[in-house]
């Protein structure tokens, strides 16, 4: 959705631009799991050239509990001797007002806002108020789903309180078709909210988009020819023992080629091709899907008209019979052989309903089998 107009006055010097205009480089663990891990990781990759800032996973929103939830308190002093043993800046992942206060406590150089807090206006309001006043640097993740004005609102009430040296993160969005991402990159929001803002940094979380590391080159590599100041990648020292997004992390290593070919602007025409190919179906699902709400409220005008027609065969009795029929037709054509049997008679069964509540018929949609 396009967001209206707005002015955010930003500090000249961003810690997310580079002067030089090379791109900012963040990597980390996706969590940090022992303060041997994180060492030997920030020690490897400070070794990669680009890197500046080492992230790490302190906290780990997750849906449902009883799964790792992070290590807390006890990261945050891993990161800080991070820090003081290699020189890198620190930076992770805060949700709500008390982390903030906590990763500032020992001394976090960046924040990231959550995804999960951007989209509640409470919650930044509780960030951006114990955060006023500090000269803290904090990038703004985009909110989980893709709502550009509740991402421009949590980067103005950060503004808004004094925070000047701002930039956002582009991870990808969470929605129903987001194969074969892990995150629906939707690079039009992103670009959007350059247009909007065109001097805030923008980074890209290019691992929690692709979710796989086959994926980290295609999506980074479209992410620099839109424009992007910079990167986040997660990085492990062994991604297979990884507790959480083992497959989309690379051994500093490896990230190092990665970064090399970003940097070097390597163009591998297989990876553009695969890009292009998933976001023109990508495009071609949501034009699908706006025909089908075109079509499901003309559907509902015609049900309504049906329902208000006197002396016809619209009982309940009548009726069931009729959507009984026309499942069974309809499973029997060949041209539907590859559709899933139960998505058909959820739809159907939708419909039932939609129209009996339309016609006042008490209709008991269990009747569709």
Known sequence: MRA??????????SSFRQADGKLVMIAGPCSAESEEQMLKTAQLLKKVNGISVFKAGIWKSRTRPNSFE????????????????TGLQTACDVVNAQQAVEALKYGVDILCISGRATVNPFTMEELAAVLK???????????????????????????????????AIHRGFATDEQHPY???????HMLELKQQLPDLPVLCDASHIAGKRSLLYPVSQRAVELGVDGFLFESHVNPAEALSSQQQQLMP????????????????TE???????????????????DELLELLLRRSAVSKKLGTQKGLSNTPAVQADRWQKQLEGWLQQEHISGLDENLV??????????????HNDPLNTSAVA
Do not use: F
């Open 4 to 13: 209206s107009k707005t002015t955010i006055d930003l500090k000249p010097q």
């Open 70 to 85: 992070g290590v807390g308190t006890a990261g945050l002093q891993w990161l800080n001797r991070v820090k003081q043993e």
């Open 133 to 167: 006043g500090t000269s803290t640097p904090v990038l703004v993740y985009n909110p989980v789903y893709p709502d550009l004005r509740l991402w421009m609102g949590a980067l103005e009430r950060l503004h808004q309180a004094g925070i000047t040296d701002l930039g």
């Open 182 to 188: 892990r995150n629906q990159p939707k690079w039009d």
């Open 253 to 268: 290593q490896e990230l190092g080629l990665l970064v090399h070919a970003v940097v070097t602007k390597v163009q591998l």
């Open 271 to 289: 990876t553009t091709d695969l890009v292009d190919k998933m976001e023109e179906l990508s495009k071609e699902i949501d034009h699908l899907d």
């Open 345 to 358: 008679k959820t739809v159907v069964r939708a419909l039932q309903q939609h129209s009996s509540e339309a």
